[in-house]
Protein backbone atom coordinates (compact mmCIF):
# COMPACT_ATOMS: atom_id res chain seq x y z
CA UNK A 1 0.00 0.00 0.00
CA UNK A 2 1.39 3.15 -1.36
CA UNK A 3 2.31 5.57 1.60
CA UNK A 4 -0.27 8.82 2.18
CA UNK A 5 1.60 12.05 2.27
CA UNK A 6 1.69 14.46 5.67
CA UNK A 7 -2.05 15.63 6.38
CA UNK A 8 -2.19 18.57 8.43
CA UNK A 9 -5.44 19.91 10.28
CA UNK A 10 -5.63 23.78 11.05
CA UNK A 11 -8.51 24.14 13.67
CA UNK A 12 -9.15 27.80 13.96
CA UNK A 13 -10.86 29.12 17.19
CA UNK A 14 -12.30 32.43 18.27
CA UNK A 15 -15.52 34.59 18.10
CA UNK A 16 -15.34 36.95 15.02
CA UNK A 17 -17.66 39.07 16.49
CA UNK A 18 -15.76 40.16 19.63
CA UNK A 19 -12.48 41.94 18.30
CA UNK A 20 -9.52 40.31 18.61
CA UNK A 21 -11.03 37.25 19.53
CA UNK A 22 -11.59 36.55 15.75
CA UNK A 23 -7.93 36.02 15.27
CA UNK A 24 -8.84 32.08 14.53
CA UNK A 25 -11.46 32.52 12.34
CA UNK A 26 -9.71 35.55 10.02
CA UNK A 27 -7.44 33.01 10.01
CA UNK A 28 -9.89 30.51 8.36
CA UNK A 29 -10.69 33.02 6.13
CA UNK A 30 -7.58 33.74 5.06
CA UNK A 31 -6.85 30.05 4.08
CA UNK A 32 -10.01 30.07 2.34
CA UNK A 33 -8.74 33.12 0.10
CA UNK A 34 -5.35 31.53 -0.51
CA UNK A 35 -5.27 27.96 0.52
CA UNK A 36 -2.68 26.22 2.53
CA UNK A 37 -1.75 22.77 0.02
CA UNK A 38 -1.68 19.57 2.10
CA UNK A 39 -3.93 21.59 5.54
CA UNK A 40 -8.27 21.27 6.08
CA UNK A 41 -8.58 24.20 7.73
CA UNK A 42 -11.56 24.00 10.79
CA UNK A 43 -13.36 27.42 11.70
CA UNK A 44 -14.28 25.67 14.87
CA UNK A 45 -15.92 29.44 15.83
CA UNK A 46 -16.55 29.64 19.76
CA UNK A 47 -17.78 25.82 19.78
CA UNK A 48 -14.51 23.72 18.71
CA UNK A 49 -15.78 20.88 20.46
CA UNK A 50 -18.65 20.40 18.00
CA UNK A 51 -16.11 19.78 15.65
CA UNK A 52 -14.12 16.53 17.49
CA UNK A 53 -16.22 14.66 15.88
CA UNK A 54 -14.80 15.33 12.05
CA UNK A 55 -11.37 15.98 13.45
CA UNK A 56 -11.00 12.45 15.07
CA UNK A 57 -12.42 10.86 11.33
CA UNK A 58 -10.11 13.22 9.37
CA UNK A 59 -6.40 11.99 11.37
CA UNK A 60 -4.68 14.33 10.57
CA UNK A 61 -0.60 13.25 11.53
CA UNK A 62 -0.44 16.95 13.38
CA UNK A 63 -3.28 19.48 14.36
CA UNK A 64 -2.43 23.28 14.62
CA UNK A 65 -5.12 25.15 17.12
CA UNK A 66 -5.08 28.74 16.71
CA UNK A 67 -7.29 30.99 19.38
CA UNK A 68 -6.49 33.99 20.69
CA UNK A 69 -5.05 33.73 24.46
CA UNK A 70 -4.34 36.41 27.15
CA UNK A 71 -1.00 35.80 27.85
CA UNK A 72 -0.12 39.24 29.47
CA UNK A 73 2.03 39.97 25.75
CA UNK A 74 2.02 43.17 23.78
CA UNK A 75 -0.98 42.84 21.28
CA UNK A 76 0.08 40.42 18.13
CA UNK A 77 2.83 38.56 20.10
CA UNK A 78 2.65 34.77 18.88
CA UNK A 79 3.43 31.64 21.65
CA UNK A 80 3.42 28.22 21.03
CA UNK A 81 1.67 26.49 24.40
CA UNK A 82 2.30 23.62 26.08
CA UNK A 83 -1.14 21.44 27.17
CA UNK A 84 0.05 21.46 30.91
CA UNK A 85 0.31 25.46 30.71
CA UNK A 86 -3.18 26.20 29.36
CA UNK A 87 -4.57 24.36 32.24
CA UNK A 88 -2.60 26.26 34.69
CA UNK A 89 -3.15 29.92 33.46
CA UNK A 90 -6.96 30.79 34.28
CA UNK A 91 -7.18 31.86 30.53
CA UNK A 92 -9.57 34.27 28.94
CA UNK A 93 -12.03 32.55 27.32
CA UNK A 94 -15.00 32.64 25.62
CA UNK A 95 -15.52 29.42 24.52
CA UNK A 96 -18.48 26.92 26.05
CA UNK A 97 -15.51 24.27 26.75
CA UNK A 98 -11.93 24.65 28.13
CA UNK A 99 -9.58 24.18 25.13
CA UNK A 100 -7.84 21.67 27.60
CA UNK A 101 -10.78 19.25 27.11
CA UNK A 102 -10.52 19.53 23.98
CA UNK A 103 -7.27 18.49 23.45
CA UNK A 104 -7.60 15.35 25.68
CA UNK A 105 -10.19 14.68 23.52
CA UNK A 106 -8.36 14.37 20.41
CA UNK A 107 -5.27 13.41 21.99
CA UNK A 108 -5.64 9.63 21.72
CA UNK A 109 -6.34 10.15 17.81
CA UNK A 110 -3.86 12.76 16.77
CA UNK A 111 -0.13 11.78 17.35
CA UNK A 112 0.08 15.77 17.04
CA UNK A 113 -1.10 18.55 19.06
CA UNK A 114 0.31 22.19 18.47
CA UNK A 115 -1.87 25.46 20.05
CA UNK A 116 -1.03 28.74 19.08
CA UNK A 117 -1.90 31.26 21.36
CA UNK A 118 -2.19 35.35 20.02
CA UNK A 119 -2.34 37.80 22.42
CA UNK A 120 -5.56 39.95 22.35
CA UNK A 121 -5.52 43.55 22.73
CA UNK A 122 -9.41 44.19 23.03
CA UNK A 123 -11.65 41.13 23.13
CA UNK A 124 -15.51 43.31 23.36
CA UNK A 125 -18.67 42.71 21.16
CA UNK A 126 -18.38 45.00 18.36
CA UNK A 127 -15.17 46.04 18.56
CA UNK A 128 -12.97 45.76 15.15
CA UNK A 129 -9.45 43.22 15.14
CA UNK A 130 -6.85 45.31 16.33
CA UNK A 131 -4.24 46.06 13.22
CA UNK A 132 -1.54 43.89 15.42
CA UNK A 133 -3.63 40.62 15.76
CA UNK A 134 -4.75 41.43 11.88
CA UNK A 135 -0.62 41.26 11.00
CA UNK A 136 -0.25 38.26 13.26
CA UNK A 137 -2.99 36.12 11.43
CA UNK A 138 -1.10 37.05 8.26
CA UNK A 139 2.28 35.94 9.23
CA UNK A 140 1.16 32.89 10.88
CA UNK A 141 -0.86 32.28 7.86
CA UNK A 142 2.71 32.98 5.91
CA UNK A 143 4.44 30.45 8.49
CA UNK A 144 2.09 27.55 8.58
CA UNK A 145 3.74 25.78 5.80
CA UNK A 146 7.23 25.72 7.68
CA UNK A 147 5.25 23.91 10.44
CA UNK A 148 7.47 20.76 10.68
CA UNK A 149 10.71 22.79 10.33
CA UNK A 150 9.74 25.03 13.05
CA UNK A 151 7.68 27.93 12.86
CA UNK A 152 9.83 30.27 14.37
CA UNK A 153 7.03 30.84 17.20
CA UNK A 154 8.92 31.13 20.94
CA UNK A 155 7.02 29.18 23.54
CA UNK A 156 5.67 30.44 26.42
CA UNK A 157 7.00 30.57 29.56
CA UNK A 158 4.57 31.13 32.57
CA UNK A 159 6.41 33.80 35.08
CA UNK A 160 6.38 31.91 38.43
CA UNK A 161 8.89 34.42 40.09
CA UNK A 162 5.71 36.26 40.50
CA UNK A 163 3.39 35.44 43.74
CA UNK A 164 -0.32 36.48 43.44
CA UNK A 165 -1.58 37.39 47.07
CA UNK A 166 -5.64 36.76 47.23
CA UNK A 167 -7.10 39.09 49.59
CA UNK A 168 -10.39 38.69 50.86
CA UNK A 169 -12.87 41.38 52.48
Known sequence: ???????????CV???MMGDDGAG?????????QPLPGWTVVDGGAAPENDIGYLR?????HL???????????PGEM?????????????LTTHNLPLTFLIQQLREDIPQITFIGIQPEVVAFYYPM????????ERLHQRLPTLESGLGIAPFKIDTSVETVTTRR
Open 1 to 11: MPELPLHYALL
Open 14 to 16: GNS
Open 25 to 33: PRLAERCAE
Open 57 to 61: ELRPA
Open 64 to 74: VIVDATDMGLP
Open 79 to 91: RLLDEDDIGEMFL
Open 130 to 137: SPAVEQAV
